[in-house]
């Protein structure tokens, strides 16, 4: 232990510290200066960024030992408040640079220290800075970031007054299709939003610490838990396996596909009989500190028969494979897809033909926070849960049978979530958590290290796709035929509906009047399959516009005039058979046809030997909204302050809050209020209605709709009959309720059937994306230079948020292209490992295009946003991979040490790759 | 438990919480919002003051139940912070209103409640809504808090510019004799300084949590502990007795007076044989939570033999009274004093003589903060212990024998102390967490509840005193005969030192040629006896200040004139037999002649039959240091940044920063540094040397010496030969050393001989206090409507500390002499039931003068301060009261019945009082 004079903030602090101990940790744990958040713990994030004498430094990897007596230390908390913003908060605030916000403070902190080095830095040197600094950011594509820090250099400077930062209101006070910053931005831009690690600190101080015994193999047969030992350690008040659950101790999936072969009830809460793959919990220990916790975690015996462990669907599919379930087939899910007429005469007498066969990798979330959660009993001895679930009504139903509680004693909220782009569809860590606050009345909180939340969170799904295409002379698709095989690792939760995916987005975008295909979907041991933004979507995409531009070359036709002949116009059909609702295609790739000329231009004159340029594009199409007849409910009431409205519309970072103000605030125009005066309450089932879970870009589309409704029912409450509105106390004293519920579904809509037919979705996103790239033939690295997009999300609520969504999502699918993979248990356990990309990976040339077309279905005709920009991008980064070197990369990433194989391929000195 | 969404200082805050939790332990312990302290926890202090919704808020009496969902919360924090300081805040550090600071957060805030009610109250509007908010300060008498609220109110109303609130450097850059702000006043105004419990909260996680077990009785056999049920507890980590100390168990007095009949070792650590009074700790449960460790105290059963308790000196002193400690009588020290010629017959022939009985309270110090500390092994290996300790050295020798710890293995810490008064010259729980630390070996944490550091922690003894003066027809004193007896609680340490002041203080300031006396020290099973601020002074002064108007009744003669005639002049000597260094007594007491005119003629004026009021004066003295050979260590080192200084100048409130920044700032004057230049470390046996502890008005005096000695080492090996002074970098690179020793000693001293003879001090303070009061005939309540004070405590260091130091002190002056008391353990357990002064007790009338004789042992002309304001103010009081009603108080503290009895006794209807 060690006493420290410490100046922090420009206050004199005592310290005392364990030498060992990070300097995050310190911060964080004893002085609570949680505005610094600790996540990857390895360096890799910069979330955990504070200046110690002048210098940046990553406070995860600082042992205070390396923290010199009386250095002075600057966290978030003494850059600027709440109500007294830094420039570059400000700044962040106004650009819409704070998505999930949980990079957020550490990328204010290291910009600080860069403008301190280097007041007038260009855009380069400030993506240059951020990813020398291992600063991190999952959501914004990092172009907001740099936006903010150029305009707040600039007021630093005196070139610009600060006040230019600030929103300036309409001059009719709207805010539908304005950059009115997100509620929650000041509190991320300042570091004074608690997320679920920060209110862990801050819980009753009878909360129990939870680690986890967890599984190191990815098969095998439990024969013992002995918790002996375990439960004499200090300070353990439980050891709890599979017998201490009051219920099933299953997490269902709640089936809904008739012809899925399994139940649904194969993910168990604790480990009983079987591991089905690596990290799977067995047991919990529950201890007052959390170093107790994981000391008795360790001494926790089981005894394991090891099972051979199939870590990809082929294996899994092998005729000597065993049922990882025992009793349901390793294939327990087959989708097909039938459109038109039979494939194989078409096939037979088109002009041109092309197939080839694609993987998409296990792509891992990479959230810059990890998973955590807690457990209590409420005031009204309801068992509440808080994690970063995010569909939690969802995760009601998914976990309250295990658990053996009743549905009303269950209660789930959401904390401020730092990301997840889908993989809290699934319930994570919910009912281990509920398990322990169960068993011992106590609160309890458990969270992941980076390894763990790597290791046993779900992951994107691999594709295995065969596809051929068929086109007649001019280029006219006449027939697709398709195989997917879908790795959904052991639990089969939402995977036959991400099979189905492959039947509605493999070949969508254009009118392929014959289809024939097969999906299947596969258990394996490697992890399990959760959703991820544009789920489905990117494996379609890889084969689908990959072929789209095989079959350009093969026609001596450029890529983008074959996709322009085929995409949707009136009288088409989606591939199960829609019709589409809107028709923006042509006029985006008639609008692309320009820029694109000046980019292939641009690529063959800055072209090199070593540097080879090249540009390649993508269609990207996205149904807003789940399968069939969706519907959410919300309530809008009248209070002394203005009106709150309610619904689940969940957080993730993606901004529920500026979604539903803004929705709101237009549907009450008529109110004239000030989005102040509108409150949200979008986390807690004990107090929103279901507004379902959010994903599948629905929540705009459909919840949107339901708040529509809830306040056009609030509305007519309080008409008079003169036209003017009755004030809360006016209904108060007229005794009239002050809160209106409000509905809405999708009745127009229809689940697909056996053969992939049906109008799934009321509305779809549309977009085209252009990836320019540098591909260095020395070492096969590919850069993207440049991306152009061009999106029809309907009419855009909120600028910031819409643009910051494609800014975002457009990111992950660079990663995906070139570097994100999760496949090495033993290696990919980083987010650098992993592949996340950093600033310098992001082109700072990045253009986004809107096509405001409006949707009949869609609430003041808007639409969703998330899933779009990560359904192709990637593919249009591959195409130009190809356009520059030729090669074709059919299996992803394509790391650089696969391109050079291709280009030895092409070279005639061909090296085995994928 | 329940979830709310809170506003706390702006920000929204989801807070989980037990709804029996007070909203302080939420906003401490769980949201660590440290600013906000709390510490009576019966709502009697203030310190926890917030806001919620827009209402002033005990946070510690406010059960989380009663804060309602949505609340919005304003605390310290979020007024203003370092560097964007709150118009309140900055009037508070320019009042120098923050004195130990602890409860200044709490001042601020029930100040920003009151002037968003009130934008222009009145002094005693502030008064009164302090009074009525319970925020009670023990440091500043209050009037530099009011001082600031009417400036901040100024500020806030547009009517003066904040500016004009800040320090404004002298031309010559001086600080010395100026308002600087002392370095920790913003630290103290924003709530950001970290007192022990903050610190606390804020330790290592592998931090154990201690209860002890503590004795509900006040003297008995101990024939049994049983630990083995609190062993088995949860979260126990070990339960610690007699057994577990490896040393002597015992803390040693340091006896240094050789006619001690004990031997010093007589106050167990943890109790084995005996218990010796009420609160002893048995035992320490060592648990991961104090809930816990409070638990399982619970459990340890303890087997006691009752003996009597003897509860005041005279019960102890009777002839049937057992000894306390086996083999040491109860009554263990004498003091004589003998000066002049035998009194007996000078006395027979005075021409007055006077006499009478007095007993002086056993005043409890009534810190706003209670007592904590903690242990831990540091970086080498050696036991560090932090607390409120103002003797870190004294400490060191009195606890590690009996912890059986090498002293080079034993490390002191003062934490930032929330008050002292003196109660911290003793070791309180310093030895209780070094032996668990020891036992354990990890971070260990000790807090006690206002109750338990009411009834564990030493008290001002009381004394009971037998006088007589007799003066000649010229009314010049001629002899003093004197006797008293001194009740020390159970424990000896300092208890004859105690005794020494009788024979120091009863009498001072007078020219009394002929004493004769005896004082004793009697152990009793009350509160131990700790200093108190004027230690031994205000019980001696009682007496003599009382008899001297008695005597000048008696006569016929004003009091003043009485005392003009007697106080010291050249050629005088003190009942000592030492010659003062200086003779300011004459003209303070004509100085005060005309307002004494004055004050008397508004007496007059304004009496009523029902509210009589009246005048009272008193002397009041005090020597600055230890007795005799005095004398402290201090260095003075180059750095970089400046200088650095090092010393063990205590600070508990009183301002050991400003004057040992003041002091070495003047002693340095000639490198013209700026005060942020120099830094100070005074708190830390690792890094200060010996200055020796804070207390006795030594520091200023004796501390101030040495650090200038050592700044005037420093400049002698800085100075070049043409006169300049070489810089840290030619310091460095001609290889000379930068840190330089100072000692100081007072070598010109000697202890009192066996009579009370000799030359104790090598300077005095001197003061005249004036009181004007009312009192009511109908209840006997008296209030102290002026107080008048002129005091030469030499040259001033810092007018704000010094000003600070004398309206604190004689607050603490007016509680003794009304109200403060610590006499029934069930009752005067809290801050209100022991007679704190609330803002309305203490007069805003309220007049300081000063006289600044230049000291020549002083630094720079200083001498020390603190002990003087608390000599004689309660005797001014209670002359003033004589003079008023004309009921003579003998007995304190002068409540209501015993006033009303003193009526009825002149009325001819006595009711007995004392």
């Known amino acids: 232990m060690r006493k420290k004079a410490l100046t922090i903030n420009g206050v004199q602090r005592t310290v005392i510290a364990e030498q060992g101990a990070s300097l995050g940790d310190v911060l964080r744990r004893q002085l609570h200066l949680t505005g610094t958040k600790v996540s990857c713990n390895t360096g890799h994030c910069g979330a955990c960024s504070v200046i110690v004498d002048g210098k940046l430094t990553l406070a995860c990897l600082t042992p205070m030992s390396k923290v010199s007596d009386g250095a002075a230390i600057t966290t978030i908390e003494g850059i600027g408040q709440p109500g007294a913003l830094h420039p570059l908060q400000l700044a962040m605030v106004s650009h819409g640079a704070a998505q999930c916000g949980f990079c957020t403070p550490g990328f204010v902190v290291s910009a600080k220290a860069l403008l301190e080095k280097n007041p007038s830095p260009s855009r380069e040197e400030v993506r240059d800075w951020f990813t020398k600094q291992h600063n991190a950011c999952r959501c914004t594509g990092y172009k907001p970031i740099v936006d903010a820090v150029m305009d707040a250099a600039a007021v630093l400077r005196g070139e610009i007054p600060a006040e230019f930062l600030e929103y300036k209101p309409t001059a009719d006070g709207r805010i539908w299709g304005s950059k009115y910053p997100r509620p929650s931005a000041i509190a991320k831009a300042t570091g004074t939003l608690d997320y679920g690690q920060d209110l862990g600190l801050k819980l009753p101080p009878d909360t129990l610490q939870l680690a986890l015994v967890q599984a190191k193999v990815s098969h095998a047969n439990i024969l013992a838990i002995d918790t002996s030992e375990a439960e004499q350690m200090p300070g353990v008040a439980a050891v709890l396996t599979h017998k201490d659950v009051k219920g099933r101790n299953r997490i269902t999936g709640l089936i809904t596909f008739p012809t899925n072969k399994g139940d649904g009830w194969d993910r168990p809460i604790l480990c009983d009989t079987k591991v089905f793959q690596y990290g799977d919990a067995i047991a919990i220990v529950c201890a007052d500190t959390i170093e107790q916790a994981k000391a008795a975690a360790a001494k926790v015996k089981v005894e394991l028969e090891p099972l051979p462990a199939y870590m990809s669907a082929p294996a899994a599919m092998a005729d000597d494979a065993i049922e990882i379930h025992p009793g349901t087939p390793n294939v327990y899910y087959g989708q097909k897809i039938a459109k038109g007429a039979e494939t194989g005469p078409v096939m037979s007498q088109a002009a041109y033909t092309v197939e080839d066969s694609f993987y998409l990798q296990r792509q891992p979330h990479l959230t810059i926070e990890a998973d955590m959660g807690f457990a209590y009993f409420d005031e009204e001895d309801r068992l509440t849960i808080h994690s970063k679930s995010i569909g939690l009504y969802l995760h009601h139903a998914m976990i309250a049978p295990g658990l053996g509680i009743a549905p009303e004693k269950l209660r789930m909220v959401l904390n401020p979530a730092g990301g997840t782009f889908g993989y809290k569809f699934c319930p994570t860590l919910e009912a281990l958590v509920g398990v322990a606050a169960m068993a011992t009345g106590r609160p309890v909180y458990l969270d992941y290290d980076y390894e763990q939340f790597i290791t046993y969170t779900g992951k994107r799904s691999p594709f295995w796709v065969n596809l051929k295409l068929g086109a007649d002379a001019d280029g006219k698709l006449v027939a697709m035929e398709s195989d997917w095989t879908v790795d959904h690792g052991p639990y089969s939760e939402f995977g036959d509906l991400l099979t189905l995916r492959g039947a509605q987005y493999i070949g969508a975008g254009y009118n392929i009047p014959n289809i024939r295909g097969q999906g299947r979907t596969v258990a394996t041991n490697h992890a399990w399959g959760a959703p991820f933004r544009a789920y489905g979507s990117p494996q379609s995409f890889l084969a689908s516009e990959s072929l789209m531009d095989d079959l350009a070359e093969k026609m001596g036709l450029d890529p983008l005039e074959l996709r322009y002949r085929n995409v949707y116009r009136p009288g088409d059909t989606t591939p199960n058979g829609q019709a589409p609702e809107v028709y923006p295609l042509p006029e985006m790739l008639e609008r692309l046809r320009p820029l694109y000329a000046e980019a292939k231009e641009r690529a063959a004159r800055e072209s090199t030997e070593q540097v080879k340029r090249g540009v390649g594009i993508s269609v990207g199409i996205y149904g807003a909204g789940l399968d069939g007849v969706d519907g959410a409910e919300a309530w809008a009431e009248l209070t002394k302050l203005g009106v709150t409205v309610a619904t689940t519309w969940q957080d993730h970072g993606q901004g529920a809050d500026i979604g539903a103000l803004g929705t709101a605030h237009e549907a009450l125009r008529a109110l004239e209020l000030d989005p102040t005066e509108i409150s949200l309450i979008l986390n807690d089932t004990a107090i929103a209605p279901n507004g379902g879970p959010s994903g599948g870009s629905r929540s705009q589309a459909v919840i949107g709709q339901a708040i529509k409704n809830a306040c056009d029912n609030l509305l007519d409450a309080l008409r008079k009959d003169d036209g003017a509105f009755r004030t809360y106390a006016e209904m108060v004293a007229e005794g009239r309720p002050l809160r ?160 050079l194989a291709g280009l030895r391929a092409i070279a005639g000195n061909p090296v085995a790759a994928d």
């Open 740 to 899: 209106y519920t409000g509905k809405w579904a999708a009745t127009m809509n229809s689940n697909c059937d056996e053969n992939g037919q049906g109008n799934p979705f009321a509305t779809y996103m549309y977009g085209v994306f252009m990836a320019e790239v540098a591909v260095n033939t020395k070492t096969g690295k590919t850069t993207v230079e440049g991306m152009t997009v061009f999106a029809d999300v309907g009419s855009i609520n909120n600028r910031l948020a819409v643009d910051g969504q494609i800014y975002g999502g457009v990111a992950q699918g660079i990663g995906l292209a070139l570097s994100e993979d999760f496949e090495d248990l033993t290696k990919h356990t980083t987010l650098r490992d992993c592949g996340i990309p950093y600033a310098r990976d992001i082109p700072d040339r990045f253009a986004i295009h809107y096509i405001e077309t409006s949707r009949e279905h869609g609430p003041f005709g808007a639409t969703g946003v998330g899933e779009l920009p990560l359904t192709s991008p990637h593919v249009a980064i591959v195409n130009a991979i190809k356009a520059a070197t030729g090669v074709r990369i059919t299996h992803l990433p394509a790391r650089p040490e696969k391109v």
